[in-house]
């Protein structure tokens, strides 16, 4: 129960972020209230490998045991050619130095063990239509006063837009698509092996997740920003004419696929007034990044925390620890597009030469410093007194 004087907090967005945000600030004393635009609890979606500060905020909350009971056993990752034979593997060495204490789960589930441990109240269909700093005018007409308004809306951000207008996402020239399905040969077939088939500007993976379901991921070159009316019509001509598993996976694109521009948001300033934004409303990182959840997660930590020490520079001393990491991880997101989606066969050839040659020390550690940005320790570190 929150105290009777304790602050009122809205989090608008029920994502990693918001929940994470909730978490926090409820144990902090906070009086919260979370609304979600989705009519219900977003579960399933993608898989993510969660690993860096996030893990161990994650820690912190007392949540891994429950992560490591939702992880798929990923093992390996390989390049395949057209007829689903293996071009190069990334070594069991290197996948290990690489994916050290990585947990990969689907992202639905890492939203559900922290909301599990959430206790403020959860209103989905809801959504944010006008912002007057503390004052909240919600899509449903009713009004709420609040001393903090946390947007954690995503990559779209509602809250953002209200406050700074509609630009700041920079669009990184690619649209990618993902959803689960049930197969259970395909999945045995497949295994707990991330594969991939890679065509310049085209990559299209999958891996067993649990219980004969598979996860599969589609990432292509496109020059329009606009994402399509019909995302499993555009998929099927994308990628109808690749072979492998390409197929099957087309015949069972279901209707609730993930299907977005792959973005990053840069923007200058994280906050105006009471309102403050957090995860990828503020610093989505992009999937080539691979961090961003893990950002999510440290991101309401830090501003949880900066909340505790006195409300008055909060914000400016939260940005200021964040910003920089959220930088050198959306610039270190730039420079992979290359390692997913290379863009001619010779690229492509050289990256899997890399994986072939990743049991030996040099390339290993030449692969580690290529696909983890240098998180560690920014975020983490003790308050600046
Ligand atoms: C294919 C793919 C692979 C990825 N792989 C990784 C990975 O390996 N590792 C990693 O760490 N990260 C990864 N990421 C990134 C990670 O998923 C995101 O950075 C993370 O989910 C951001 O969390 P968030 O809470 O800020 O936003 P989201 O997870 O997008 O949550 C935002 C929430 O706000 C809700 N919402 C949206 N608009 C409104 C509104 N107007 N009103 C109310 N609610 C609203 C949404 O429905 C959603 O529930 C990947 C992303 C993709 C797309």
């Given at each position: 129960?929150?105290?009777?004087?304790?602050?009122?907090?809205?989090?608008?967005?029920?994502?990693?972020?918001?929940?994470?945000?909730?978490?926090?600030?409820e144990r902090?004393?906070?009086?919260?209230?979370?609304?979600?635009?989705?009519?219900?609890?977003?579960?399933?979606?993608?898989?993510?490998d969660?690993?860096?500060?996030?893990?161990?905020?994650?820690?912190?909350?007392?949540?891994?045991?429950?992560?490591e009971?939702?992880?798929?056993p990923?093992?390996?990752?390989?390049?395949?050619d057209?007829?689903?034979?293996?071009?190069?593997?990334?070594?069991?060495?290197?996948?290990?130095?690489?994916?050290?204490?990585?947990?990969?789960?689907?992202?639905?589930?890492?939203a559900?063990?922290?909301?599990?441990d959430?206790?403020?109240?959860i209103?989905?269909?809801?959504?944010?239509?006008?912002?007057?700093?503390?004052?909240v005018?919600?899509s449903?007409?009713?009004?709420?006063?609040?001393?903090?308004?946390?947007?954690?809306?995503?990559?779209?951000?509602?809250v953002?837009?209200?406050?700074?207008?509609?630009?700041?996402?920079?669009?990184?020239?690619?649209?990618?698509a993902?959803?689960?399905?049930r197969?259970?040969?395909?999945?045995?077939?497949?295994g707990?092996?991330?594969?991939?088939?890679?065509?310049?500007?085209?990559?299209?993976?999958?891996?067993?997740?649990?219980?004969g379901a598979?996860?599969?991921?589609?990432?292509?070159r496109?020059?329009?920003?606009?994402l399509?009316?019909?995302?499993?019509?555009?998929?099927?001509?994308?990628?109808?004419?690749?072979g492998?598993?390409?197929?099957?996976?087309l015949?069972?694109?279901?209707?609730?696929?993930?299907?977005?521009?792959?973005s990053?948001?840069?923007?200058?300033v994280?906050?105006?007034?009471?309102?403050?934004?957090?995860?990828?409303?503020?610093?989505?990182?992009?999937?080539?990044?691979?961090?961003?959840?893990?950002?999510?997660?440290?991101?309401?930590?830090?501003?949880?925390?900066?909340?505790?020490?006195?409300?008055d520079?909060?914000?400016?001393?939260?940005?200021?620890?964040?910003?920089?990491?959220?930088s050198?991880?959306?610039?270190?997101g730039r420079?992979?597009?290359?390692?997913?989606?290379?863009?001619?066969?010779?690229?492509?050839?050289?990256?899997?030469?890399?994986?072939?040659?990743?049991?030996?020390?040099?390339?290993?550690?030449l692969?580690r410093?290529?696909?983890?940005?240098?998180?560690?320790g920014?975020?983490?570190?003790?308050?600046?007194?």
């Amino acid at each position: 129960m929150p105290k009777s004087n304790a602050q009122r907090a809205l989090v608008v967005g029920a994502g990693i972020a918001g929940l994470a945000t909730a978490w926090w600030l409820e144990r902090a004393g906070w009086d919260v209230l979370v609304v979600e635009k989705a009519p219900a609890f977003r579960a399933g979606g993608y898989m993510i490998d969660f690993f860096g500060p996030g893990h161990e905020v994650a820690r912190r909350m007392g949540l891994l045991p429950a992560l490591e009971a939702r992880r798929a056993p990923i093992s390996s990752v390989t390049s395949v050619d057209s007829r689903g034979r293996r071009r190069a593997e990334i070594s069991t060495e290197a996948y290990e130095a690489v994916a050290d204490g990585v947990i990969s789960l689907l992202r639905g589930d890492l939203a559900d063990v922290v909301r599990d441990d959430v206790r403020s109240p959860i209103r989905c269909g809801v959504t944010v239509s006008v912002i007057d700093d503390g004052r909240v005018t919600f899509s449903d007409g009713s009004v709420g006063d609040f001393d903090l308004v946390v947007g954690a809306d995503g990559v779209h951000s509602r809250v953002r837009e209200l406050l700074f207008g509609p630009s700041f996402v920079r669009y990184l020239g690619h649209h990618v698509a993902a959803f689960s399905f049930r197969d259970p040969s395909l999945s045995a077939r497949i295994g707990y092996r991330y594969q991939m088939l890679t065509v310049p500007h085209r990559m299209i993976g999958c891996y067993a997740v649990r219980d004969g379901a598979m996860a599969a991921l589609l990432l292509y070159r496109s020059s329009s920003q606009a994402l399509p009316a019909d995302p499993a019509a555009a998929l099927r001509e994308r990628f109808g004419d690749l072979g492998w598993v390409a197929p099957s996976l087309l015949s069972v694109v279901p209707d609730d696929i993930y299907y977005d521009e792959v973005s990053q948001v840069d923007l200058p300033v994280w906050h105006r007034g009471k309102v403050v934004l957090v995860g990828d409303a503020c610093g989505a990182v992009s999937l080539f990044a691979g961090h961003g959840a893990s950002l999510a997660m440290t991101g309401a930590f830090v501003l949880a925390e900066e909340l505790a020490a006195g409300t008055d520079g909060a914000f400016e001393r939260y940005q200021a620890r964040m910003k920089l990491v959220v930088s050198r991880t959306q610039d270190f997101g730039r420079k992979f597009i290359g390692w997913m989606a290379p863009s001619s066969r010779l690229r492509i050839s050289l990256r899997d030469m890399a994986f072939r040659l990743s049991g030996r020390p040099v390339v290993r550690n030449l692969i580690r410093g290529s696909v983890m940005p240098d998180v560690d320790g920014v975020l983490l570190r003790q308050r600046a007194s």
